[in-house]
């Protein structure tokens, strides 16, 4: 009897110890948590390579999909080189982007690859929240926004997620008044954001679906992005994730966009 | 005025039923009635308008459902369409300042929203604002307070605004895709931020100009006009949505005119228009038969009860009309005017013939009894004609004439019934007796005063009867005269045209249709069958033969992809891996040297090949080197099989709307529609594929244009050119034109006018040109937008209408002929109102007036009106010919007392709708205008025709009777 009583005091205390002890945890700074976060969710690895289906849902129940290979190259200071390559659909095979990424406070480069039209363009540095291929993820999402466009609040510190506030710091430059994101505490990824319009209302919300461990690198390998306002939806699918491949910094450039490299065709 | 003793002159109690039950409970009968008034009164501020001309036809209407099909499969919108005019700046509206303004409205439409009270806040400079939208002035204050309409109504019953912002079209929020000088692609609004020199305007302009989805839509060439579109949830909120524009564009300078169009608005400010209408035209007409009934009879209380039957009758329909839920529509508008003189007829002719015997009786109830044994079969039948006029619109395909005619019926009826029950309670209750003794035998004094209308009529027998030769002369030649007028009716009708030429709609419309390439729209429709029929792989000459046997022998795409991997596989393995060599050199410092040390581990056979052809290259360094060798190497290496087969399937599968060849077709298409004057624009998706492969080739040359606006030469090119647009700032814009799948496409037709003619001319102008050029694929064509619909139901109403009369006139024949037991009579009474009929369409025909749905629904009263007439007539005469024994005794008296009657209810409802003249909406005058002359046509018709035709067969019409008419008719 006694030690049953024990064992149930203690199943009782057991949790209010362990979220007592979170509690008396001091959280860390809201722009530490953030910073944590971007590199979980963009730097993982010195490089990355995976496979991306992405699947578009409109309102009328119609789906495209796309499919591409995201190579990525880390550099220092923040500075980062993307190279996406398409494989599908057919028409749009070997269409290509490219995309350099300065870091903090700089504009990004950005180059398309037309095969069809045999030329390489490059893209004016200016709006990052547009439409990426025509699906509701913008071109943001793919290569990050750059935490210091934002002035962060941390809002609650729950038991396995940060919730953060973020407000951009100009507000012409984006069609959001706010967003907030939720960070889970563990693996550092954002696992929702969800983005406000100026009358108050959530048009946007982007969930990572699924997060698995890859090559130690906690990794979303499902997400979604929903456009509440036009109803409209796009889920990517990652797979052959390989982290740490060894990527040739010269594949990000011009040439490798007119002539693919080994590492996006095979 | 109506004509005692008709037909059967003993008074049978079924008769009378209904009389006696107001004479025995006259109190009660009043009770009832003013209860019955009340209540269906009481309805009044549930009342709902209607001015959709899409409701002229059903809802599951084919035309309609694929309206909607379109709307829905695009993500169209009905628009209020926001004219921006600048006519004194040099600069036109592309100018700092006005294009600052453009910016503010932009932005502040976009920021709409509602507070916790539920009222539209907007922000300006920063600031939430509530915009003053209520109604300035007095009478517009009462008015949108009695039917309830609320200007801040601007959201949807969920909170979302009526306006759907994300889909506004204006220079502050277009896509624009442009090259920029230093060579970088730019995608971006047009006007992300406003241009602060006269300098940047330009630009800016120019850029637009450029752009031809925005050309002669969002601007204009002369830079005077811009176009701001709203698109908006539903047209319940354009008229509000244009009043907010007012608004908050109150305070813009006056050379920035703000002009607001679009067929919502032009049909929502109809509505508010409409109510302005029902709330004094009525009355106005009301009063107006007041004064004339005055004038004739110059006795107040007698008067009161015609003035209270029409009121009693317009209040009960219109309430029952909105009680059961019915909208209030332009026609069921009119119901009251139409009905008022109709229910008036009915009560003066029983106080009339009440006045006249009551000495006789000295007894209101006698009296009563008598006159109404006497009135009750003309007035069943008078109003059992009219009942048929207008039942028959029940049975024309247009939604709100039926309603419309079934409720003039329903008054009618109600009317008749009013003035049986309620005209001899009324005179038991409110009559004195004492008031009655005083009466005399008929009223002399009435005579005199109209001995001028008198001496006219007589005149007018003496005509009619003498140069009976000669009426039917003009008869035959105004029939004539008629069926030409006919056949040159314009059948047109145009919901912007129902405002007066000053109005502010009409003028906007003016406006922006001369700056712009027209605010009305079309949509033709081209969808390919799901599955085309795939055209024969043909390879090149340089196929390998394998390759060319499989395709030969119509082998699957999948079997020739492996057979052309496996063709590569032999040859190509090798190059690559040399060029890849190669493509991974780092091109700093690179030379010859190098590259051919680099070369040393790759296979002999291949390195020596491209040694030897690559001498040429031995003086390049770095990227020009690595460039120049790269390029070798495929020359050397050859076609890559796998990716022609790719590229071939492609091409063969490609949806219609990425096959280059369709996509040449519709750019044809449009190149010939520009050349007519019918449509001032037209727009598709090959207009966005064009402007984008341009900018997406620019080079800076000056033959840019020349090369690169066009569609691109492979199915691939067109996919990856319309990729970037699905990618755009303002997303999915591109899905306006083609349908995701690419398979169905819009073509957007602006024209500028509305008229239906015109709206005819373009149908066949494509239709002529698809004819003699078909297109590559098998397409179908299917057309849309609210232009469209108005030609279709505009058909559907002369049709219904032809029909309807058809059907209406068979009725009345048969009824005449049982009401005067004769076939030829029957035949006879129809006449004056075939002429009359024929006449005023004629006249319509030959004075180029547009044949509208009031225009249309005319034909229905006039038949319901102008047989009244002939039946009095005839009756009348019929009996006097009893009384004198012959027509030539009998026709000199018909033109005294009942040739009077007839007049006076002519001239009534004549003069009683000249109000309508006044009005500021195109049909009211219309009708107003058409039942003058249908009165006077058909008034005359009746006095001369029927005379005429009687003196011709006095015999064959009254038997032996009339016989002595040929000794006595002098010719």
Redo the contacts between chains.
């Keep these: 009897m006694q030690t049953q009583l024990k064992i149930r005091i203690i199943s009782i205390l057991l949790p209010v110890f362990l979220t007592g002890s979170i509690w008396a945890e001091e959280a860390p700074p809201v722009n530490e948590i953030i910073r944590r976060a971007e590199k979980a969710a963009y730097y993982a690895g010195k490089d990355g390579v995976a496979d991306v289906k992405m699947v578009i849902h ?1 309102a ?1 129940g ?1 789906t ?1 999909e796309r499919e591409f290979r995201i190579l990525r190259w880390n550099g220092e200071d923040g500075q980062q080189k993307f190279y996406v390559y398409f494989n599908g ?5 070997r ?1 290509a982007y490219l995309v350099w990424k300065h870091g903090p406070g700089r504009d990004d480069d950005r180059w ?1 690859w ?4 045999g ?1 390489v ?7 990052k929240r ?6 509701d993820f913008v071109y943001e999402d793919v290569s990050g926004r750059d935490p210091n466009d934002d002035e962060h609040e941390l809002v609650e510190v729950g038991e396995t997620q940060y919730h953060i506030r973020s407000v951009p710091k100009d507000k012409g430059s984006v069609e959001f008044a706010s967003y907030e994101v939720w960070i889970d505490r563990e693996t550092h990824l954002p696992v929702k954001a969800e983005y406000t319009d ?3 209302n959530v048009y946007r919300r982007v969930t990572a679906d699924r997060i698995e461990v890859i090559d130690g690198h906690p990794t979303v390998i499902v997400s979604t992005v929903e ?1 509440l ?2 109803n ?1 939806k796009t889920v990517n699918t990652f797979s052959n994730i390989q982290y740490d491949v060894g990527l ?1 910094e ?2 990000f450039s011009e ?2 966009l007119r ?1 693919p ?2 590492e996006a065709v095979r | 005025m109506y004509i005692a003793g008709m037909n059967s002159t003993q008074t049978t109690p079924m008769k009378l039923m209904l009389t006696r039950f107001g004479l025995r409970f006259p109190r009660l009968a009043l009770l009832a009635v003013l209860a019955m008034t009340v209540a269906l009164t009481l309805q009044f501020p549930k009342v709902n308008f209607d001015n959709d001309p899409e409701n002229m036809l059903r809802y599951d209407e084919p035309v309609r459902v694929m309206h909607r099909e379109v709307q ?2 695009f993500d169209l919108y009905d628009f209020v369409v926001v004219g921006v005019v600048n006519e004194t700046h040099e600069g036109g509206v592309w100018n700092p300042e006005t294009l600052g303004r453009i910016h503010q409205l932009t932005h502040e439409l ?2 709409l ?1 509602r507070n916790e009270e539920g009222r539209p806040v907007i ?1 300006r400079d920063g600031e939430a604002m509530i915009p003053d939208v209520r109604p300035q002035g007095r009478r517009a204050e009462i008015l949108s307070a009695a039917f309830n309409q609320n200007p801040e109504h601007l959201f949807t019953e969920d909170g979302e605004p009526g306006l759907i912002g ?1 889909e506004i079209i204006s220079p502050s929020v277009v896509d624009t895709i442009r090259q ?1 000088d230093m ?6 609004f047009l006007m992300e931020e406003v241009p602060e020199t006269q300098a940047e305007a330009d630009a800016l302009f120019a850029e637009a100009l450029a752009n031809p989805l925005y050309r002669d839509t969002l601007l204009s060439e002369n830079r005077k006009a811009l176009g701001i579109y709203l698109p908006i949830v539903g047209k319940e909120f354009s008229f509000n949505l244009a009043t907010l524009v007012e608004t908050l564009t109150a305070d813009w300078p006056e050379e920035d005119q703000v002009y607001i169009t679009g067929l919502p608005v032009a049909q929502d400010t109809f509505g508010q228009e409409m109510l302005v209408q029902m709330a004094t035209s009525a009355p106005m007409a009301g009063l107006m038969i007041f004064l004339l009934l005055l004038f004739f009879f110059r006795r107040f209380s007698l008067i009161m009860a015609p003035m209270m039957i029409a009121i009693f009758s317009v209040l009960c329909t219109m309430g029952l009309l909105i009680g059961l839920g019915y909208d209030v529509h332009i026609m069921t508008s009119m119901i009251a005017i139409f009905l008022m003189p109709i229910a008036v007829a009915d009560s003066v002719h029983i106080l009339s013939e009440f006045f006249d015997t009551y000495p006789r009786f000295k007894d209101k109830r006698a009296t009563l009894e008598h006159v109404m044994g006497h009135l009750f079969m003309p007035m069943l039948f008078t109003s059992l004609t009219t009942i048929a006029g207008f039942a028959s619109l029940a049975f024309t395909p247009i939604p709100p004439v039926r309603i419309f005619g079934l409720f003039v019926a329903f008054g009618v009826a109600l009317a008749w019934l009013l003035s049986v029950v309620l005209v001899p309670a009324y005179i038991m209750v409110f009559v004195p007796g004492k008031s009655l003794d005083r009466l005399e035998a008929p009223s002399k004094e009435t005579q005199v005063k109209s001995g001028l209308l008198d001496r006219f009529l007589v005149g007018l027998g003496r005509f009619a009867v003498r140069r009976r030769k000669g009426v039917m002369v003009l008869l035959g030649v105004l029939a004539l005269v008629s069926v030409v007028g006919i056949s040159r009716i314009q059948v047109n009708d145009n919901p912007v045209l129902w405002f007066t030429p000053s109005h502010r709609i009409r003028e906007a419309d003016r406006v922006l249709n001369r700056h712009f390439g027209g605010t009305y729209t079309a949509y033709l429709q081209m969808s390919a069958p799901e599955t085309a029929g795939e055209a024969p792989v043909i390879l090149p000459v340089d196929a390998p033969e394998a390759l060319r046997d499989l395709a030969a022998e119509e082998g699957t795409w999948e079997d020739l992809l492996s057979l052309a991997m496996e063709t590569d596989a032999e040859r190509l393995p090798a190059w690559d891996a040399l ?2 060599v190669i ?2 050199l ?2 700093e410092g690179l030379d010859w040297q190098r590259l051919s040390e680099a070369l040393q581990e790759s296979p002999e056979a291949t390195r020596n090949v491209f040694l030897e052809s690559a001498e040429a290259l031995r003086e390049l360094q770095g ?1 020009d080197l ?2 120049a060798a ?1 390029n070798r190497v495929d020359d050397l290496a050859g076609r890559r099989w796998e990716d022609w087969v ?1 590229d071939a ?2 091409d063969a599968e ?1 949806p219609a709307f ?1 096959n280059p060849a369709v996509l040449r077709w519709v750019a044809d298409l449009q190149a010939h529609l520009a050349e007519g004057d019918v449509i001032g624009k037209t727009t598709s998706a090959v207009d966005a594929l064009k402007k984008a ?1 341009l900018e ?2 620019r080079t800076g040359a000056e033959d840019d244009e020349v090369r690169f606006y066009s569609v ?6 067109t ?3 319309f ?2 647009l ?4 303002k ?2 814009a591109l899905f306006h034109l083609v349908t ?2 690419y398979q169905q496409a819009s073509l957007w037709l602006q024209l500028t006018s509305g008229d239906n003619q015109n709206m005819v001319r373009a149908v066949d102008q494509v239709e002529d040109w698809i004819a003699a050029n078909p297109p590559p694929v098998d397409l179908a064509f299917e057309w849309a937008g609210l232009t469209y619909l108005n030609v279709v139901w505009q058909q559907r109403m002369v049709g219904g209408m032809l029909q309807a009369l058809a059907g209406s006139f068979v009725v009345v024949l048969l009824m005449m002929t049982f009401l005067f037991r004769s076939f030829r009579f029957g035949l006879l009474s129809m006449l004056p109102l075939s002429l009359t009929i024929a006449l005023t369409y004629g006249i319509i025909g030959l004075v180029g007036k547009a044949y509208d749905m009031p225009v249309a629904v005319l034909s229905s009263l006039t038949l319901g009106l102008s047989v009244d007439f002939a039946i009095h007539f005839l009756q009348r005469a019929r009996e006097l010919v009893r009384e004198t024994g012959s027509w030539a005794e009998a026709w000199p008296l018909m033109f005294r007392e009942p040739a009077r009657a007839i007049s006076r209810n002519a001239i009534i409802i004549a003069i009683g709708f000249t109000p309508l003249l006044f009005a500021p909406l195109v049909p009211y005058r219309t009708v107003g205008f058409f039942l003058a002359t249908i009165m006077f046509v058909s008034w005359l018709a009746t006095l001369l025709i029927l005379a005429a035709v009687i003196s011709f067969m006095p015999k064959a019409l009254f038997g032996r009777q009339a016989s002595a008419v040929e000794a006595t008719d002098s010719m």
């Design positions: 409109d009328s119609g495209r659909p057919a028409d749009v095979r269409m398309l037309l095969p069809s039209l030329r363009n490059r893209i004016a540095p200016g709006d547009t439409s990426f291929v025509g699906s100026s009358r108050g456009d306002s036009r409209s040739n010269n594949i040439r490798f002539r490299p080994r | 829905e499969r976009l920021s929203d922000i994300r920029l060579g970088a692609l730019d995608i971006r060029g890849d493509l991974y780092d091109p990227a690595q460039d790269l790719r399937r492609v490609a990425r492969h997406l080739n691109p030469d492979n199915a691939s090119g996919a990856q050119v990729l970037q699905e990618g755009m700032k997303q999915d995701r799948d």
